[in-house]
């Protein structure tokens, strides 16, 4: 199940205005690029942000998310619908002929049992074309970035267009690794409401990813370093071979 920052109807809405520029998402747009790849699987897409840009640049994209609330936001950002919003997640992808599968920001980490993400990889491996790639993001677990979490509790007020003044902290609530846990809180001015989302991640090494893609059908033709947030990301960039 979706987290509610994703999946509540009154927290979808405001995810973009608190998630910032999204200087990550270039390095995906260059990897569609870079390949030619004609059609591109945005999974976890949310609220739509990269699909949007790839559909700007000429590329046929599916974008697929578990939270119904999200991919609202995200259609509205496609009046034309000239992407393809799938509700459900990898394991239930129809055979897609991808060229390209994409998970940005923490994606990749919300799968915690090594169960869930073995099914994500065969979901992913079934709807790419043969020889398609796979490229994601994962934090590096010796950066330890739950320690940054946890020494910066600010609150953050935005003045919501729409919603108002929304205040906004986070908490780091377990640290029990390779699982991290954290709770952001909202706070709408304009009535008082208070809504929670918890969250958590698995931070996963580099060589146990790369054993996972094998184990699934994927060769790591390389591992890069994440250009918006050095030393702290690898980008796998992988291609199926079965």
Request: aromatic residues 8%.
């Amino acid at each position: 199940m979706p987290d509610p920052i994703f999946a509540h109807p009154r927290l979808a809405p405001i995810y973009d205005a608190f998630d910032g520029e999204r200087d990550d998402l270039t390095t995906y747009l260059d990897i569609a690029d870079e390949l030619g790849a004609s059609h591109v699987l945005d999974l976890g897409c949310g609220t739509g942000s990269l699909a949007v840009l790839l559909v700007e640049r000429g590329f046929a994209v599916t974008g697929v998310d578990p939270a119904e609330a999200s991919l609202e936001v995200a259609r509205a950002k496609d009046p034309d619908g000239k992407v393809t919003w799938l509700h459900g997640d990898a394991g239930a992808l129809p055979a897609l002929d991808a060229d390209l599968a994409v998970m940005t920001a923490n994606v990749a980490q919300v799968f915690l049992t090594d169960d869930d993400w073995a099914r994500t990889l065969r979901g992913i491996h079934a709807a790419l074309r043969p020889g398609g790639h796979l490229a994601f993001e994962t934090r590096r677990p010796a950066r330890k970035a739950w320690q940054d979490w946890a020494a910066d509790p600010a609150h953050v007020v935005l003045d919501v267009a729409g919603v108002g003044p929304v205040e906004q902290w986070r908490e780091v609530t377990s640290v029990d690794l390779p699982l991290v846990s954290f709770r952001h809180t909202y706070r709408f001015h304009a009535d008082g409401t208070v809504l929670t989302s918890d969250s958590t991640l698995r931070f996963r090494d580099r060589d146990e990813v790369e054993s996972t893609l094998a184990a699934n059908g994927f060769r790591v033709l390389e591992v890069r370093d994440a250009p918006d947030r050095p030393g702290r990301e690898f980008v796998f960039f992988a291609e199926r071979t079965t």
